[in-house]
């Protein structure tokens, strides 16, 4: 995961003006004590305290598997065999097969799923499963110790441990910008074209440089903002009307919109670039939990557990080096209730 | 940093010994520091009961330093408003910041010393006034193994999302750097580090490709230079800031002589220091920073050693009246 860092150090200011990446040495740690690996936060030995909620892991998590692989986690729900699993990572998965406990299940059907809590319901034929206990206290205070799911073997679940590390709330900014796919001149008072991206909306509907952007959707565009206001009320795939001056005549086109990322190459951030893979759907949620267990792209869907052992939220997200999101217990039983009505 | 500001804050440290003067009684030191790991669900709730009695505190004390285009971490350590920090946040001495609490009120701040080579800073908040604080660990107690947390804005300053905590156990122990396990990201710089009694043993400096190279300046670094940081100095060389070119500060004036002492400015070149200080052809600077300005020598001599950035308060005779006009100087 860290291939892409560039130097040893990386500083760790935001925004830093001057992004600096020097090679601070590590003479000074020459004569360093260290901790052994396995004292360390995540070590075999500190886990081993956590034994009785590794235990309810080993009965109450689901491994899910594409072929041989290991994909993510959910959580059992009921003894019946209703799992839920995290729908975005569920759905990259070719060949799926669960396993609970030391038990594989082949057959798996998905009975429904919620696109605003990224939530699938699963279905396994099985009698006899420990669901997970929701917490039903208030959600937990920053600087509780929380447990999910670590790496897993066929017969034995893992433990990986953090704490509750900032305020539950809700998490946005998650939409993707849409662009035409044009660079327009700055230095003229219209909206002249300077240049078209390649693979744009506007490539293939046939604008060119030079050309002198009037309207969209009917709305007279004068200035930048004009135009952006306009295109901020769209997704990507939608379609925009554009009048265009062209050689002193007036020409319709209609370009399909597509999100900014795709067309524009845009810079890794450096807390980005530090974070290593992170969830892919990792923004939008209206509550979360936040926390500090490592987890990875892969390790999402599982339960979060407290030091009693009930489970305070599901995990949705590893959003960077730092964050981990939940679905706090409270809202995950209401998401369940509903995907179990929707999919009678 | 004009003369004024560096005697105020001098001033200030006297009233008030800073985290180094008299305090409370010493928190014993939690007996799970002494297991090699903890050993069952008893020892880790007295963790996460220390943790959570002693975050409230923490969390009040934990700012964001705001530097206009980058932002950091800091933590105050005196009621009058001290802020440890790192060097690579603080930027530099003398230098305008702003000190953001939990709760997204603002504060003035300036900067003062730096340690180069380590990455230790100060901030001081300009007014008055009582803000929460923690006491620094100044017997020196952290060791290999402890329970910690890290606090700090992480990416910035989010009032929505608060200082995030995380939790961790030094890993690596020597003499000018110590290493925990609490995940940091950019942001988290200048952000505290504390023991789990709720006292401050380090300061967040940067880290490296494994997750579990996460670097502090630890707190005896900052006791060792307390003196000189407060000062303003600027300690040591090394990457973690640049001294300031003394000599290459620029203001954009041409001056001549007045026979009843002063320089005379004869001409303000546009878009420079000066200009934008609104400083005008025929202004008569009687003085700098306080000290008299007897002649074109006097002033020149003083020029030679400002660094862009420094701050000037210049006294200024216009239309005989005196006026004053603080002016922060470019780069030649």
Redesign the interface.
Same mark, same amino acid.
């Given at each position: 995961m860290?291939k892409r860092?560039k130097s040893? $150090?990386? $500083?760790?200011?935001? =925004?830093?003006?001057?992004a600096v990446a020097?090679g601070?040495g590590t003479a000074?740690?020459?004569?360093?004590?260290?901790?052994e690996g396995?004292?360390?936060?995540?070590?075999s030995?500190?886990m081993?305290?956590?034994e009785?909620i590794r235990a309810v892991l080993q009965q109450s998590s689901v491994v899910l598997y594409d072929g041989r692989k290991t994909m993510g986690y959910g959580v059992v729900v009921s003894s019946d065999g209703y799992l839920v699993a995290k729908a975005s990572e569920l759905e990259k998965i070719k060949k799926l097969s669960v396993r609970i406990d030391k038990t594989e299940y082949k057959s798996v059907k998905v009975l429904a799923s919620t696109a605003e809590w990224d939530v699938a319901l699963l279905k396994v034929e099985a009698e006899d499963l420990v669901p997970v206990e929701w917490s039903e206290d208030a959600e937990p205070?920053?600087?509780? $110790?929380v447990v999910s799911n670590g790496s897993s073997s066929r017969l034995r679940r893992r433990v990986r441990i953090?704490?509750i /590390?900032?305020?539950a709330?809700?998490v946005g900014g998650g939409k993707s910008p849409v662009v035409l796919g044009v660079q327009l001149n700055n230095e003229k008072e219209n909206l002249s074209i300077r240049e078209v991206a390649e693979n744009s909306g506007a490539a293939a509907a046939g604008l060119k440089s030079g050309d002198v952007i009037l309207s969209a959707d009917g709305q007279e565009v004068a200035k930048i903002e004009d135009l952006q206001e306009i295109l901020s009320k769209k997704e990507p795939g939608d379609k925009v009307k554009l009048r265009v001056e062209r050689d002193g005549e007036q020409k319709e086109f209609e370009v399909e919109l597509r999100a900014r990322e795709k067309i524009f190459e845009e810079k890794e /951030? =450096?807390?980005q670039a530090?974070?290593g893979r992170v969830s892919q759907r990792r923004t939008n949620f209206k509550r979360i939990l936040?926390h %500090?267990v490592?987890l990875s792209e892969r390790s999402t869907g599982g339960p979060l557990l407290n030091?009693d052992g009930r489970c305070v939220g599901m995990n949705i997200a590893r959003a %960077?080096?730092?964050?981990s999101y939940a679905i706090p217990a409270a809202e995950m039983v209401k998401v369940i209730k509903k995907l179990r009505e929707e999919s009678k | 940093m004009t003369r004024f500001a560096l005697l105020s804050l001098l001033a200030s440290a006297l009233i008030a010994p800073v985290g180094l003067g008299a305090d409370e009684e010493e928190p014993s030191r939690p007996y799970f520091n002494d297991k090699?790991?903890?050993?069952?669900?008893r020892?880790?709730?007295k963790?996460?009961e220390s +943790? &959570?009695s002693a975050?409230p505190r923490a969390?009040k004390a934990t700012v964001g330093v705001d530097l206009g285009?980058?932002?950091?971490s800091g933590v105050i350590v005196s009621e009058d408003g001290l802020v440890l920090t790192?060097a690579?946040?603080s930027g530099g001495i003398g230098k305008e910041l702003t000190v953001v609490m939990e709760d997204g009120t603002k504060h003035k701040a300036t900067s003062l010393g730096l340690v180069a080579s380590s990455d230790a800073a100060m901030i001081k908040i300009d007014a008055e006034g009582s803000y929460p604080f923690v006491e620094i660990d100044k017997n020196d107690t952290a060791r290999?193994?402890d329970w910690v947390?890290s606090l700090?804005h992480?990416?910035?300053f989010d009032k929505? #999302? !608060?200082? &995030?905590?995380?939790?961790? #156990?030094?890993? #690596?122990?020597?003499?000018?750097?110590i290493?925990s396990?609490?995940?940091?990201?950019?942001?988290?710089?200048?952000g505290s580090l504390f023991a789990m009694n709720g006292r401050l043993i380090g300061i967040?400096?940067?880290? !490296?490709?494994? +997750?579990?190279q996460n670097?502090h300046v630890p707190i005896r670094e900052f006791q060792r230079n307390w003196e000189e940081m407060l000062k303003a100095e600027f300690v040591g060389e090394g990457?973690f800031a640049q001294k300031p070119e003394i000599g290459k500060g620029f203001l954009g004036i041409r001056t001549e002589d007045r026979e009843k002492g002063g320089v005379r400015v004869v001409e303000v070149a546009e878009e420079t220091p000066a200009a934008k200080a609104g400083l005008e052809v025929d202004d008569v600077i009687l003085s700098v920073d306080g000290k008299e300005m007897a002649d074109k020598e006097a002033f020149s001599a003083l020029m030679k050693e400002q660094a862009p950035g420094f701050k000037l308060k210049l006294t200024i005779l216009r239309d005989d009246e005196e006026i004053e006009i603080e002016v922060e100087l470019g780069a030649r």
């Open positions: 860290t860092l040893k $150090w990386n $500083w760790a200011r935001a =925004r830093a003006p001057l020097l601070v000074p740690l020459a004569e360093a004590q260290q901790l396995h004292l360390r936060l995540n070590g030995q500190v081993e305290a956590f009785p205070a920053h600087g509780t $110790w953090g704490i /590390s900032a305020n709330r809700e /951030s =450096r807390n530090m974070s936040q %500090d490592m030091l %960077d080096r730092a964050e | 090699e790991a903890p050993e069952n669900i020892d880790l709730m963790i996460q +943790l &959570v975050l969390r285009g980058g932002a950091g790192a690579h946040v290999l193994g947390f700090g992480s990416g910035g929505e #999302r !608060g200082v &995030v905590v995380r939790i961790g #156990r030094l890993v #690596r122990v020597s003499d000018q750097t290493q396990d609490c995940k940091l990201i950019g942001g988290d710089s200048g967040h400096s940067r880290v !490296g490709g494994s +997750l579990e670097m990457p």
